[in-house]
């Protein structure tokens, strides 16, 4: 390894890579090759600096699965000769984004950090240049010549967070994301500081790097809400070649127990489709059979997300859904901590 840590910075698009036209008031893509001259503090990080872009940088809003292979054919490409990798994508769906990517590569043994900002780069008062740099540092840092992360992350705003437990709380707040389920894996201060009893570690370091390129989209999620029809259910699960469901329930895991919606649950279930139960709430864990109201739903066979986010259920989703698995098999997997996105009781 190289005395100094080289880091990748993969600019996808999103809000910390606009700079303002103050001829036009209109924002612009930032052309992260001189990144140094707008911010010359990065020359204070003891790295290498490199940034690759996309040709046409994507919205948050239209960040896609097609993206998410170019973003690991990225890393893949650059994985030898890089130590670490910053990607920069739009806030709104990194939790979805980040938490794909995390499945999407096995075996990781170099830290991927995902950041952004709320206001552009060029911004008086922009949140850009703090999470960017922080991002770059933490992608640096070594202990016993080895990275300290090794693991998928997201950063913002002070706090370096496993992606896969992430969820965008604010649209407003410089502190826009949340980890309700897991504690926060450093927090940068006057000091930057890991709490190393929580790094995901791969247990045999000698497994070669797996790039899973194929994920299945043909899912939805179904949030419920007192009032939902039958009508409105069945027609939700007889969209065609529907193979899953992400099912967000209340409080933990329960859901009408009215015959009508067990039923249509069933009918569903028999026909294939895998059925996922994760809480609406904030924070928690689904816990199938506490309640009357979940009784019926893990008789039918759908599957407790534990205390998985809805953005990593829909990511773990389309991953297993590629892999052919049995229903047993498929059942085993969701429940089980892959990528350290679930707490295994």
Request: aromatic share 8%; charged share 20%.
């Amino acid at each position: 390894m190289a005395n100094k840590p080289t880091i990748l910075i993969i600019y996808t698009g999103g809000t910390i890579g606009m700079v303002k036209d103050y001829k036009t008031n209109a924002l612009k893509a930032f052309d992260f090759s001189r990144i140094l001259e707008k911010i010359p503090e990065l020359e204070q990080l003891n790295c290498e600096i490199t940034s690759v872009s996309f040709d046409v940088p994507i919205d948050s809003s239209n960040m896609d699965t097609k993206y998410y292979v170019d973003i690991v054919e990225i890393i893949e490409k650059n994985y030898t000769q890089f130590d670490g990798f910053v990607v920069l994508t739009g806030s709104d769906t990194m939790s979805y984004t980040s938490s794909a990517i995390s499945f999407m590569i096995e075996n990781l043994q170099k830290p991927i950090i995902f950041t952004g900002s709320q206001l552009p780069i060029g911004h008086i008062r922009t949140d850009a240049k703090e999470n960017l740099i922080t991002s770059i540092e933490i992608a640096s840092a070594r202990k016993d010549q080895r990275p300290v992360i090794s693991e998928v992350c997201l950063y913002f705003e002070y706090k370096l967070y496993r992606a896969n437990r992430t969820t965008k709380i604010s649209a407003e707040h410089f502190e826009a994301f949340a980890s309700m389920n897991y504690p926060a894996l450093a927090e940068s201060g006057v000091h930057l500081n890991f709490n190393e009893a929580l790094l995901y570690k791969t247990k045999n370091r000698n497994k070669k790097l797996i790039i899973r390129k194929k994920l299945v989209t043909d899912i939805l999620v179904l949030k419920l809400f007192p009032g939902i029809t039958a009508t409105v259910v069945k027609a939700i699960l007889g969209i065609e070649n529907l193979k899953g469901i992400v099912l967000e329930t209340y409080g933990s895991g329960n859901a009408p127990n009215e015959a009508w919606f067990l039923n249509l649950i069933d009918d569903a279930i028999q026909k294939g489709i895998k059925i996922i139960n994760v809480t609406q709430c904030s924070g928690g864990s689904v816990i199938l059979g506490h309640y009357d109201t979940s009784v019926g739903l893990k008789e039918v066979g759908v599957i407790g997300g534990e205390d998985i986010t809805t953005e990593s259920a829909v990511a773990k989703l389309m991953y297993l859904l590629s892999e052919d698995l049995s229903v047993d098999h498929f059942k085993n997997y969701f429940q089980k901590s892959l990528r350290g996105e679930i707490t295994i009781k």
